[in-house]
């Protein structure tokens, strides 16, 4: 059987790379496409990589008629996705690749995007989509809100550990790494082939990058008492991939065999021989998450690395893994596409 | 039904882009991976992209059973392929990847690559692996030859133009810019990250590259007299990927219909609407070939320009879609993935 | 004696490099620097890498007094220019970076930008900024027109050779890679980082680049006769360089001479030894050009490659090169620094 | 009056970065260039970014007559350096630009390289070249050690707040980017343009990076107790730059005033205002360093950002600083030239 999906917000790179994911997914029909500024134009023209599929028109939202669809990506931008998904149909399934209900808490929200949230009866409905910790809750849920990509690599080092009680919870640093499609086909100064191109920098520094949101009520509700991390992100002259370095206080062995227990059974999650470490090289294009445990020569200092593609499983990936479990499809369904390198 | 595939030379960039395209390849079993000097080593340490296939360790090729294989595929650097393959069973089906037996002419061989041919006799039933111009006599054929993957790009520029009497056929430029793949996995000091990023420069001035060779014989062929082209490649700070920009003397209109039509049915050869341009960042990681056509200011000047990425249609893709007709398999089996852009 | 300078449109990357070369300049205060867009912040703040200079911080145009400036560079965008230096004081030195004053003839100039020029009494007396060619006339000048970056590197190539009537004046072929700060600091969705990076496309195809009208009215006027070549510009995935690629019918020993005669005594322009090719990695940063002879195999063809940095060579060390002419300075003041590699 | 310089080991990176400054310096005159496995080449062959510059042909050390020389520079590799500098004259002023004479103790050379030190006399006498910090006996030296690149950048963050007792020593983390060229022109696999580029990788994870050393020697000087930092390097697709991103337990506002008193009449060091964020884009190919200084949303928690270039300021740089102080010359010759942007 095959289900009929439909991709809000198209023209930005999350929804193309659902579009390039779902091209050989043998249960998915790409049936709308909608991209309210380029509506009329054909995905060839928005996205000439995609030019050999059967795609339909590029349309406005309002266009799409919904009673045929089973599952709705929305890759809008954040504000404007709570807005136009509290308007969709109330049985429509939908996966949300945007900030908008990540967060549970409506006063976490406003603090950390300054403003109310517009659809706080969709916020409480919301499941979030961190895949591997909230399975059985995607599998029953209406509405879906994709993880940060930033906050999914951290999290990925990070909770067997806080749940296993292996690390001191008051002194944890992630030091990121992040390429720039992370930051959307938008059109800034500082994304320019020029500005950004061989060469490296913090943004976000001292605690103010909004996915900090997503590790405080993750990690917290995983301890069970508040935790607050550090977090750096950098930005990458590259175009994909996530390198998060998290130093810990804890036992590098015993981290070691949490991480390599709790994921043991996981398809995309996968635990380097001990004191080896990832790179994004190797994980680009694809969903896999490859995470590396070293020691430090400082007894009871640890070191995690974790690398992941931010389009795909840090973003559309994930996407595709959440509504493949919605939809009673093999959760691995057109996922396992081999990294491409060089 | 499965059929079950060797790779020899698995340890450079064109046996790793074999297993990443067969890694989803509904039909062939990767039974054998050879890499004499890596031998004993697992995949995922030569290659960790790979690491979440499940693959035969790396052993030499003298300990690979050949009469469980269906087919072979030799990504061996050339002059040594040509010595494993005359030592291979007679019966077996192989894909070389390398520049052994592309050439029909003994003698062509000996001037461009400086030797006598080592293994004549493979080479007279060797063809010429250009699938969409060959594929009846690869459909019969025991060991085909893949071909250049900068010679690939401007055949498929000009082939239906020259066999279409639309051209002038003495002057024909092919100025070529290829990523830095197309070189190998091979330490070279003009291949370090330091020395290549950031710039570009041409190599191989004024006719003497040895993808000439096979411009010559392929051309000459199609004319019925022979045909000499102009080719200048430049290596370019990317990966993957070949620009072929092409000047002849000749209409733009026609020549846009020729390849229109030539190609009308081909799945991967994409020519777009005339005007406009390809890129090599719209085909990476893909089998696909985009062509463009435009005419000049100059009236009876046109240009053409092909994109393909030189090691999946350039090579290794084009190398699994022969395989694919060889053993009666859909022909672009496993090689549907869409480009991976940005 | 220090010379005071003002730079108009000093927030643009031809902007900031006529900073970066005038830092080690001997005789050269920068006494005034406008950016109507940023007037008022520092110069730190729209380039951190000027950050250690002592600067005037950004103001209008209004706000300078041309009272105390002795030469004006203008590095405004086309069409704004022309209107800015129209009101300027008719006695001031001037150096434009733009495309306003390059070509003589109104009617070209309105035929290749879409409009009447709107000072065509600063146009008549400009003088063309190929300053090799043009010293003379530029001691004496009191208006300089900066050339295109690709028109530069093309005239370079090829000049020499149809003065000396060494070529085929109707079958030149100008193939051009340029990286991308050629485009300048402007949001262009084709100009993101993860839009250009990792690949190569032609633009411009078919004979509409505007440089055609600098080749155009240049090489006629050298041939004595209309000279009309083909020019194909191609974007690189690199910051600064230009590569020209130049197919003649003509004797490449020949050629090779006439170039080397032509420039042996030019600080800037150094012809590589016969059949050695150029790397824009080997110019960058810096105000010297490479240029390289090759034959070809089929005989009465040449190959001439050029390369130049487009902000150095290409425009603002041009600039600053006119300039030291225009004031009486040592014509190579400032324009010394070796390049940067890797 | 000029002094005459020689350069061993002039066909690596660093000694072309030597050439490259001098290019441009006022008093200094580069007589010999000795590279044994290139000897007999010009330098143009061997780096032709410095075809312009009138250069003495390699040679080998042997060859070079030392009487006329006023200081040598030895690019040479590490081990290599310590054997050849034993064998020169004893009053010939050297900087070394190796990790051979860093460490004052021959028992941590041993611990940290693998085998007794064989010019322990040598390494007696020299002095460590931190220029900011060991000026005076920079002045007077012979023999100067020029530090590690990523040792320069973390030192310039630290050194301050250490002297000072502004953080705790006991919970210090150096998580370092550094672009290749720091790697040398080495022919290693993991070097290449296709394995390195468009990703990012930690290496030396865990505390066994050698400068490290450096890290312990100075700071427990400094500290006057032992000090042992975490430091994690991560090599980044770009050629050259260095970003120290450094998280403390300390109070950033007088973090921040500690580095700006203590760098305020340094010409290279400077310290940006309080929260700006530094880039290796904006030091590229220049010798100054900028600094950051943030605060965390943790109360007591600081992140200190250094950048860069480890060929100017984190090597061939720093080591003309130096041989400008140990010859009388103005500290600043030749190093004023503004960073290369974009």
Redesign the interface.
């Known amino acids: 059987m095959t289900h009929n999906i439909a991709i809000l917000g198209a023209s930005g790179?999350t929804g193309?790379e659902l579009?390039?994911l779902m091209?050989?997914h043998p249960g998915m029909n790409i049936s709308a496409l909608a991209a309210n500024s380029k509506a009329g134009q054909s995905m060839a023209k928005v996205?000439?990589?995609?030019?050999?599929?059967e795609l339909p028109e590029l349309v406005t939202i309002d266009q799409i008629d919904f009673s045929d669809i089973d599952l709705c990506f929305s890759a809008l931008p954040h504000a404007t996705s709570q807005k136009v998904i509290a308007e969709l149909p109330k049985d429509l399934k939908i996966v949300d690749l945007s900030a908008d209900f990540r967060l549970r808490d409506p006063a976490a929200y406003a603090k950390w995007y300054g403003a109310p949230h517009a659809a706080q009866e969709c916020q409480a409905e919301a499941v979030y989509g961190l895949t591997e910790f909230y399975r059985d809750q995607i599998r029953d849920a209406r509405l879906v809100a994709g993880t940060g990509c930033n906050a999914a690599t951290g999290q990925y080092a990070l909770r067997p550990l806080i749940a296993g009680g292996l690390i001191d919870l008051d002194?944890i640093?992630i030091?990121l790494?992040t390429g720039?499609?992370g930051a959307g086909?938008s059109?800034?100064?500082n994304?320019?082939?020029?500005?950004?191109?061989?060469?490296?920098?913090?943004?976000g520094?001292?605690?103010?990058h909004r996915h900090?949101a997503e590790f405080d009520q993750e990690f917290s509700a995983v301890a069970g008492r508040p935790v607050?991390v550090?977090f750096?992100p950098?930005l990458?002259?590259?175009?994909?991939?996530i390198?998060a370095?998290v130093?810990v206080k804890g036992e590098a062995q015993k981290i070691h065999a949490a991480l390599s227990h709790a994921y043991k059974s996981e398809?995309?999650l996968?635990v380097?021989p001990f004191?080896e470490?990832?790179?994004?090289?190797?994980?680009?294009?694809?969903n896999?998450c490859?995470i590396?445990v070293?020691?430090?020569?400082?007894p009871g200092?640890s070191?995690i690395?974790a690398?992941l593609d931010n389009l795909t499983k840090g973003s559309s990936g994930q996407a595709l893994q959440n509504a493949n479990i919605m939809l009673g499809e093999d959760e691995t369904a057109g996922l396992?596409?081999?990294?491409?390198?060089?």
Chains 1, 2, 3, 4 share one sequence.
């Open positions: 790179y193309a579009v390039r091209a050989t996205f000439p990589h995609l030019r050999h599929l002194d640093i030091d790494k720039v499609s086909r059109l800034k100064e994304l320019l082939h020029a500005e950004l191109s061989e060469g490296a920098h913090a943004y520094v001292g605690g103010t900090l607050r550090q750096t950098h990458l002259p590259a175009n994909r991939g390198l370095t130093y398809p995309f996968q380097l004191g470490t990832p790179s994004t090289r190797h994980i680009r294009g694809s896999f490859h590396g070293s020691g430090d020569r400082i200092r070191i690395i690398a396992m596409l081999a990294p491409v390198f060089p």
